[in-house]
């Protein structure tokens, strides 16, 4: 099956600071989504990206999918308390499976 | 708004019971999902269904077995359960391929 990689596995920063999480693939993908899970919770849909270099904002969320669609990063600028959580991006798998990756844990300092 | 709701939060079984997850949901969605969460290893599939009476093998099907008999319903078995099997898992739908997938809120499963 597909594979894919998401870094970085942990990140702490201090409120106000900008988070980037990126996630590859070995192969071309048809498209890519990515979730929000808050400590506790269970995860929740952001996003899906479809096209060759792609960019969707949300807000302070900015999403980006590779122009050879094998890669996809998600940025956030200036967090707050209130992004804490852990961000999966995941891949459609040949067929209908979804492969998520194993996520960023985002913590928050204020 | 989709709700998908697990049967259980928290649930204590004993090694070598049968143990039953149940999910539910509310919007007619045509595919199921169950996976498992564990630290630093994200979300593993175990087992999908596309339909009614449909099951497909996930990832790490070993030691499970799923169960739709209705398409609102899908349930996930625990033939005998193992402390490897204590996990959070996670029940999910879609209306169809390309869609979003819509969680529960998880079951805290411990076998002791």
């Known amino acids: 099956g597909q594979q894919v990689m998401q870094i970085p596995q942990y990140q702490h920063v201090q409120e106000g600071e900008d988070f980037t999480t990126y996630c590859n693939s070995s192969?071309?993908?048809?498209?890519i989504q990515w979730y929000k899970q808050r400590p506790g919770g269970h995860p929740v849909f952001l996003i899906q990206l479809v096209k060759s270099g792609e960019v969707k904002k949300q807000k302070r969320l900015t999403f980006q999918f590779g122009e050879a669609k094998k890669n996809s990063s998600l940025h956030i600028t200036a967090t707050q308390t209130t992004d804490v959580g852990t961000y999966f991006c995941a891949l459609m798998e040949y067929g209908n499976k979804l492969v998520f990756g194993a996520g960023t844990i985002l913590r928050v300092k204020s | 708004d989709v709700k998908v709701t697990q049967s259980s939060r928290y649930l204590v079984k004993r090694t070598g019971e049968k143990v039953f997850l149940e999910c539910v949901q509310d919007?007619?969605?045509?595919?199921m999902f169950w996976y498992r969460q564990d630290p630093g290893l994200g979300l593993r599939l175990i087992y999908f269904s596309y339909d009614v009476k449909m099951k497909e093998k996930g990832d790490i099907p070993e030691g499970y077995s799923v169960s739709r008999e209705k398409k609102e319903r899908f349930s996930l078995i625990l033939e005998s359960a193992s402390t490897n099997q204590t996990s959070m898992y996670l029940c999910?739908?879609?209306?169809?391929?390309?869609?979003?997938?819509?969680f529960g809120d998880g079951t805290r499963l411990s076998i002791l």
């Open positions: 999910a739908s879609r209306a169809s391929r390309n869609q979003p997938q819509h």
């Open positions: 919007m007619d969605h045509e595919n």
């Open positions: 192969t071309t993908l048809s498209n």
